[in-house]
């Protein structure tokens, strides 16, 4: 059984029709990456998968349980986090705050505590910065930040969109990095991109987005070598 | 001692400007609408204690409690049939609706209540202190108002930085996606937000009219633009900055109609709001939020 299983997912942004029935699914301690272009669908599947929107029709299931029509606050507690597009951490409260917000439907101190303790482990900076407003730190601080407030709830799955965005070179190798070292930990990743190359660099299988359908899926590696794909997104 | 005398009386008047100011910001903060119809559950809550009081005999400060639970399940009930269906809806939408929810409340009050103005007594009783050999008198219920603001504003801001709930309410007041993605529950914090606002409204209500002594179903009108008024001169969605705004606008109030002219007061009170946001448009504690790529 997959960890994570999309049936025929039809969902309407307004009166646009965002994905057109998409179909994939992940398995437990996976990096699996969804690409595709700007508009293909990739972060309203994420946030229909983390219950932001609504979709039209199809079905989510979320270790064999049907979370449809959960609501969006309680999808957390089932083990799922969402490290949204354009980080979104609360700009005016600190990263501490931030931090313990991730956590905020854990009622353990202690395992608290201790997660806590594995987060700045993960990431020095955002211990130095426990108490500096999230809106005062970098963009790379702010993913970083964005990433270790998602990880608070201890999630089984992490859906990551576009967690390279507006970034220096030298910090997208260091946000890949810790996706990896995510993923190692034994915690499974759903990741969108449109650095094509760099998701399908660490990815275990990938699928591919055009205009709300799913137009290419398999292994990363394979993908990587495939010439329509580096011809569309890799630009070679 | 009359200049001290007018200052207190300002920092009294100000203090309910402020406590009226933080209803205000805070449903501002996390609904992002202005709620019109704050001041006038300000005139229901203050219509509960004065017929508890007079037909009923209750104590004073029990039915202040009554009046608090009252305003409290007033606000969850206006948010919930009048603003939650509006949730998406464009501001204008929710703006008009709030001023509707305003004159309902004031013509329900005309219905039930009459028109007539009751004279409502001072119902906490308080002796007053006479200092420097009875030069300067300061009634009990100011004192009691200002120190009841003061532990209002001190309790707010510890419930925010310090409580769950609280640190919920920062989040959803920021971004109610990135909120629900934590696992809050985004109405239940609106709904705790309104009532929070509204019992404060009541207890803003039964001191605004134990010092004037006036009740009608317009009381909390005009009080309640000048509170949204001090909530923006302070910076919409700052509880430091409504609990100044108020202050100031009170003192600024009572110290023109005592120096300049009463008549003149209200103006002076709008014109100082003016020039504050031509010179910060934010509001004195208001926040500039920058994106960061």
């Known amino acids: 059984m997959s960890m994570l299983e999309i049936k025929d997912l039809t969902v309407y942004y307004g009166v646009i029709c965002a994905l057109k029935g998409i179909s994939f699914h992940v398995d437990e301690g996976e990096i699996i990456a969804l690409i595709g272009s700007n508009g293909a669908g990739k972060t309203t599947t994420l946030q229909t998968v983390s219950g932001m929107l609504a979709p039209e029709s199809g079905q989510i299931l979320f270790e064999g349980e049907d979370i449809t029509k959960v609501p969006g606050h309680k999808i957390v507690t089932k083990g799922m986090a969402h490290v949204p597009e354009g980080r979104r951490v609360f700009a005016q409260l600190s990263v501490l705050e931030n931090l313990r917000l991730g956590a905020y439907t854990r009622s353990d101190k202690a395992e608290v505590e201790e997660t806590l303790g594995r987060v700045y482990k993960s990431f020095p900076r955002l211990e130095e910065r426990k108490n500096q407003l999230a809106g005062t730190l970098s963009g790379g601080e702010q993913q970083m930040l964005a990433m270790g407030r998602a990880l608070m709830s201890k999630p089984r799955i992490v859906l990551m969109d576009e967690p390279s965005m507006g970034l220096s070179p030298l910090l997208v190798q260091e946000i890949f990095r810790i996706i990896e070292e995510i993923s190692a930990s034994g915690t499974t990743v759903l990741l969108v991109e449109q650095n094509a190359k760099k998701a399908l660099s660490i990815a275990d299988r990938a699928y591919v987005l055009e205009t709300g359908n799913i137009v290419l899926e398999g292994r990363a590696s394979e993908l990587l070598e495939d010439e329509s794909i580096k011809k569309a997104y890799l630009g070679e | ?293």
């Open chain 2, 1 to 293: 001692m009359s200049f001290i005398s007018y200052l207190i009386a300002g920092i009294s008047l100000g203090s309910i400007y402020a406590i009226m100011a933080l209803g205000y910001t805070m449903v501002y903060g996390i609904a992002k609408m202005l709620n019109f119809a704050h001041g006038d559950v300000i005139m229901i809550g203050s219509y509960v204690v004065f017929y508890a009081v007079n037909s009923f005999g209750w104590n004073p400060y029990l039915s202040i409690l009554a009046s608090v639970a009252v305003c409290t399940l007033l606000g969850i009930t206006i948010e919930k049939v009048a603003y939650k269906p509006l949730r998406r809806a464009a501001s204008l939408a929710v703006l008009i609706t709030a001023i509707g929810v305003s004159y309902f409340l004031q013509n329900i009050a005309l219905l039930l209540f009459g028109s007539d103005s009751k004279s409502f007594p001072d119902v906490l009783g308080l002796p007053a202190l006479v200092l420097f050999h009875g030069s300067l008198k300061i009634p009990g219920t100011t004192i009691f108002t200002i120190i009841a603001c003061i532990i209002i504003m001190l309790g707010l801001m510890t419930f925010v930085r310090k409580t769950k709930a609280g640190q919920a309410m920062l989040a959803v007041s920021e971004d109610k996606d990135a909120a629900m993605l934590m696992g809050v529950n985004v109405n239940n914090t609106i709904s705790l937000t309104f009532a929070i606002g509204s019992g404060l409204a009541a207890i803003a209500g039964v001191l605004l009219c134990s010092q004037y002594h006036v009740l009608n179903p317009y009381t909390g009108a005009l009080p309640g633009i000048k509170a949204f008024t001090a909530a923006v001169f302070g910076g919409i969605g700052s509880i430091p900055g409504a609990f100044v705004g108020g202050l100031l606008l009170g003192i600024i109030e009572d110290l023109s109609s005592a120096y300049i002219s009463s008549q003149l007061a209200n103006a002076i009170v709008f014109a100082v709001l003016i020039i504050v946001l031509l010179v910060k448009p934010t509001g004195l504690f208001g926040k500039v939020t920058r994106e960061k790529v």
